[in-house]
């Protein structure tokens, strides 16, 4: 829930009938703005004390990179919205001891890079760039947010040989959908958030809009998927790996847990095992499709 949401949602259905340019930049501005800035957790920090630390650019924003091991297999880990890179630690270190070599970021606005706000071009932008660094990626691991930005990144050309996603959000129109809801803004105001979006976040490639959802148009990511969403969810409904599993076909296996929620699924050890088993598995095992899990 926003902050004056009451306030906020009369200023900008107004603002959207009369200033229709006005109201995207403000929409967009809120939309892209995390709820805070989560901190380092004990538990994190000796892995991240033993990161090599790197920094790249984008979009005239510093951004934070992290890399462990000898370089060779590397793994992306893509955290979520309001959230940072630590919170993959667990899958971090048991990639390292599997000889894989982790490779992290914190997006503007997050975690140890300055800065106020981010957005899903940001992100496939910085997974660009980490890819002409590091190389082709064995895997891609990612939780909430992070799910749909990698997707959105990976069908936009680049490659990896397993996707992992964890909590993750799926249809970016229910997201979108769900900022609707929590200011109250009528229709008019998301239209001109998506004009904002394409004449001036990326005006050189028209109906992005439409590319962002990743529960659909999937062919072009031909790896196995294997998706964790606990049933009781309170951040990120079930529904949108569902919709996930169901776009990416027989490639796709969904484990639900239970008991877990948002956050504590990226610390199970039986997420966390299960995960890494299918980065090492041999190719082309069956899709067991959708079973459950207690956490």
């Given at each position: 829930?926003?902050?004056?949401?009451p306030l906020?949602?009369?200023a900008?259905?107004?603002?959207?009938?009369?200033?229709p340019?006005?109201?995207?930049r403000?929409?967009?501005?809120?939309?892209?703005?995390?709820?805070?800035?989560a901190?380092?957790?004990?538990?994190e920090q000796?892995?991240?004390?033993?990161?090599?630390t790197?920094?790249?650019?984008?979009r005239g924003?510093?951004v934070?990179?992290?890399?462990?091991?000898d370089g060779r297999?590397?793994v992306?880990?893509?955290?979520?919205?309001?959230?940072r890179?630590?919170?993959?630690?667990?899958?971090?270190?048991?990639?390292?001891?599997?000889?894989?070599?982790?490779?992290?970021?914190?997006?503007?606005g997050?975690g140890?890079?300055?800065?106020?706000?981010?957005?899903?071009?940001?992100?496939?932008e910085?997974?660009?760039?980490?890819?002409?660094?590091h190389g082709?990626?064995?895997?891609?691991?990612?939780?909430?947010?992070g799910?749909?930005?990698?997707l959105?990144?990976?069908r936009?050309?680049?490659?990896?040989?397993?996707?992992?996603?964890?909590?993750?959000?799926?249809?970016?129109?229910l997201?979108?959908e769900g900022?609707q809801?929590?200011?109250?803004?009528?229709?008019?105001?998301?239209r001109?958030?998506?004009?904002?979006?394409?004449?001036?976040?990326?005006?050189g490639e028209?109906g992005?809009?439409?590319r962002f959802?990743?529960?659909?148009?999937?062919?072009?990511?031909?790896?196995p998927?294997?998706?964790?969403?606990?049933?009781?969810?309170?951040?990120?409904?079930?529904?949108?790996s569902?919709?996930l599993?169901?776009?990416?076909g027989d490639?796709?296996?969904?484990v639900?847990?239970?008991?877990?929620?948002h956050?504590r699924?990226?610390?199970?050890?039986?997420?966390?095992d299960?995960?890494?088993?299918?980065?090492?598995?041999?190719?082309?095992e069956?899709?067991e499709?959708?079973r459950?899990?207690a956490g």
């Amino acid at each position: 829930m926003y902050p004056m949401a009451p306030l906020i949602r009369t200023a900008l259905n107004v603002t959207a009938r009369v200033a229709p340019g006005a109201a995207g930049r403000w929409a967009f501005h809120l939309f892209v703005r995390p709820l805070g800035r989560a901190r380092l957790k004990p538990e994190e920090q000796a892995l991240f004390a033993a990161a090599r630390t790197g920094h790249l650019q984008v979009r005239g924003k510093d951004v934070v990179t992290y890399a462990w091991g000898d370089g060779r297999r590397p793994v992306l880990l893509v955290h979520g919205w309001s959230s940072r890179a630590s919170r993959l630690t667990a899958f971090a270190e048991a990639l390292l001891e599997r000889g894989y070599s982790p490779v992290a970021f914190d997006v503007p606005g997050h975690g140890e890079s300055p800065g106020r706000d981010s957005n899903i071009v940001e992100y496939r932008e910085i997974i660009r760039q980490l890819h002409a660094r590091h190389g082709d990626f064995d895997a891609v691991v990612a939780h909430s947010f992070g799910v749909l930005a990698s997707l959105f990144a990976l069908r936009d050309g680049l490659r990896t040989a397993r996707f992992v996603g964890i909590g993750g959000v799926g249809s970016f129109d229910l997201l979108v959908e769900g900022f609707q809801g929590g200011l109250g803004v009528d229709d008019r105001v998301l239209r001109c958030m998506r004009d904002h979006v394409e004449r001036r976040l990326v005006p050189g490639e028209p109906g992005i809009w439409d590319r962002f959802g990743a529960d659909r148009d999937s062919g072009e990511l031909a790896a196995p998927v294997l998706l964790f969403h606990d049933d009781g969810d309170d951040m990120v409904p079930l529904v949108h790996s569902r919709r996930l599993a169901r776009a990416h076909g027989d490639r796709a296996r969904l484990v639900v847990t239970r008991g877990l929620g948002h956050r504590r699924i990226l610390r199970d050890p039986g997420v966390v095992d299960e995960a890494v088993e299918f980065l090492t598995a041999p190719a082309g095992e069956p899709s067991e499709g959708e079973r459950v899990i207690a956490g």
